[in-house]
């Protein structure tokens, strides 16, 4: 990855942030959604609205799949490109949902409409709360293009921000396996190392 300054920084919010920032958001979507109307069986319609923030959140960092070809110019072009704009984000999203609704068919569940409308949320929220993300440290993004194709700047979260993954520590109480339990808290004893460290 190119450096800034002579530095390994690459002013890119890794992508453990946006995942437990993104499963952090679809567990309190599953939990205050309300489920009156919902065909789907509790567990299922939990697992996909964590699964599915997980992925959205992560959606705009697709880039990456194409920018390390051809070198450190290519990536410079190409990362926090097309992908990290609000109208390619929010085609990920409903692309992401196509793609989920055609397996939940497959798997022969009965979603309704109000399942559907949860899950489309989740994939519209969290591919733009990526690159609210990403806005905050010193690489910039450009949302608005092609309107307005000007760079914006948050320098304010450095790339690997431990104070991030200790909010997500309620995570480590309300997962109900015991291995995410566990994984939520090994990140958390990272976090603290890396503060140290």
């Keep these: 990855m190119p450096s800034v300054n002579g530095t390994g920084y690459t002013g890119r919010m890794d992508n453990i942030t946006h995942t437990i920032i993104g499963t952090l958001v679809g567990e309190v979507a599953a939990r205050v959604a309300p489920s009156k109307r919902s065909t789907l069986p509790p567990a299922t319609r939990r697992n996909l609205c964590v699964t599915l923030a997980a992925v959205g959140s992560n959606l705009p ?42 397996w939940i068919r497959r798997r022969g569940l009965q979603a309704s409409a109000q399942d559907y409308g949860l899950l489309v949320g989740v994939l519209l929220c969290t591919p733009l709360l990526h690159i609210a993300m990403d806005f905050t440290n010193n690489y910039g993004v450009h949302p608005f293009w092609p309107v307005d194709n000007r760079w914006f700047y948050g320098d304010s979260v450095f790339i690997i921000e431990p104070l991030l993954w200790a909010a997500c520590a309620p995570l480590a109480f309300i997962f109900r396996t015991h291995v995410a339990r566990f994984a939520v808290l090994l990140l958390m004893v990272a976090a603290i190392a890396l503060w140290f460290f």
């Design 61 to 102: 960092d697709s880039d990456l799949l194409y920018s390390f070809f051809g070198g450190k110019l290519n990536y410079l072009l190409h990362h926090r490109g097309h992908t990290h704009t609000v109208l390619i984000a929010v085609l990920l999203g409903l692309a992401t949902f196509a793609v989920t609704r055609w």
